[in-house]
């Protein structure tokens, strides 16, 4: 079976989603038919970082174009590399609205549709998903870091600081650019919005995920992500003493 060819004309598409994924091939699939479904006309990028499995040859299948790399560089990076590769779009004088997402939501990613209207009927210009049910987790420490530092370098509280699921303006993105390495993308782009002046708005939603749960590897993946939020704690806090 040959790769779908990415939707004709997606320049003029009027939003355009990046999908984060790693080693996601079994479900990478549904979810880029999910956001297909729920936004028509939507031209799907699959940010695919390093996976060693099929998911960019099973996104491409899908319709999706597929942004790869040759080896991991971290959700940041990847998601950086594939919003560069779209940054003319976002510079045009009616730009599509952008947004980002996991690769392991499945059918639940056009939930998303909510964050897209949130922000074209001019609601916010960065709208941010929030899981209406928790799935895994450990103690909270990790969440709870990057709550505070958001607070702490913003004076603004939120309730879903980690969630990869957002949709924005094209001048937030460019403005945002290039993301945070690592987990600490959706901390540094919420502080950088902020700082900017941007509206944000947290959204209640019905989404699933592959969640991680109080395993070593679970443990693993917290502690990663919490060194991240410190990284990007401390670089945003040196930007502002400058």
């Known amino acids: 079976m040959s790769p779908a060819a990415p939707v004709s004309g997606w320049l003029d598409a009027r939003q355009v989603a990046i999908v984060t994924a790693r080693n996601e091939a079994d479900r990478i699939s549904a979810t880029v038919a999910a956001l297909s479904d729920a936004l028509p006309g939507i031209h799907v990028i699959v940010a695919d970082d390093g996976s060693s499995d099929d998911t960019s040859l099973v996104a491409m299948r899908a319709g999706a174009e597929v942004v ?31 947004l980002f997402c996991d690769g392991d939501l499945g059918s639940s990613a056009g939930a998303l549709a909510t964050l897209v209207d949130a922000v074209e009927s001019d609601r916010c210009d960065l709208a941010v998903a929030a899981f209406s049910r928790r799935q895994g987790g450990g103690f909270g420490l990790a969440v709870g870091f990057a709550r505070w530092a958001i607070r702490n370098l913003t004076g603004r509280e ?3 600081p980690i969630s990869g699921q957002r949709a924005m303006t094209a001048t937030v993105l460019q403005e945002t650019l290039p993301f945070a390495p ?5 901390v540094g782009m919420t502080v950088d919005a902020l700082r900017a002046g941007h509206e944000l708005c947290e959204l209640e939603l019905e989404l699933e995920h592959r969640s991680t749960g109080r395993t070593p590897g679970g443990f693993l993946h917290r502690g990663k992500q919490l060194r991240d939020f410190v990284r990007v704690y401390l670089s945003r806090k040196l930007r502002r003493s400058r």
Do not use: Q, W
């Open 182 to 186: 690592g987990f600490g993308m959706e």
């Open 68 to 98: 790869a790399r040759g080896r991991p560089h971290g959700k940041g990076g990847a998601a950086s590399a594939a919003a560069l590769s779209v940054l003319e779009v976002a510079r045009r004088a009616d730009p599509p609205t952008f």
């Open 158 to 160: 939120t309730g879903a």
